[in-house]
């Protein structure tokens, strides 16, 4: 994945040509260690505008990772049928912005 959605502030912006992983260990690095770094995006539809976003602890701020290729029909068709359609428990979400603490059934917890 070379191109990541960010949501920030309830508002789009895109990175180009940055590897998704990468782009996390740093915002996850910059929540670890306290500080705040800025980030440059872009901003718009058909011509995106170049925008600088301040991310540190206690900004909430949303990495998407954009597929290189969309999926096809066949491919949606599959992930509904492997995961059951809408039902089962919801996802595990895991946040950037949020420290790691043991669940509630984590024996160690």
């Keep these: 994945m070379k191109r990541i959605a960010i949501i920030y502030g309830g508002r789009d912006f895109s990175i180009g040509q940055q590897d ?3 782009m996390k260990s740093e915002v996850e690095a910059a929540h670890r260690d ?6 440059r995006v872009n901003y718009g539809e058909g011509r995106p505008q170049p925008a600088d976003l301040l991310v540190g602890p206690g900004i ?6 954009i597929p290189d290729e969309p999926p096809t029909p066949a491919d949606e068709a599959d992930d509904v049928v492997s995961h059951g359609g809408d039902s089962g428990p ?3 979400v895991h946040s950037a912005l949020e420290p790691d603490f043991p669940s509630s059934d984590d024996p160690a917890g």
């Design 60 to 65: 909430p701020i949303a990495l998407l990772p």
């Design 90 to 92: 919801a996802p595990d």
């Design 20 to 22: 998704f992983d990468r």
């Design 34 to 39: 306290g500080r705040s770094v800025w980030v």
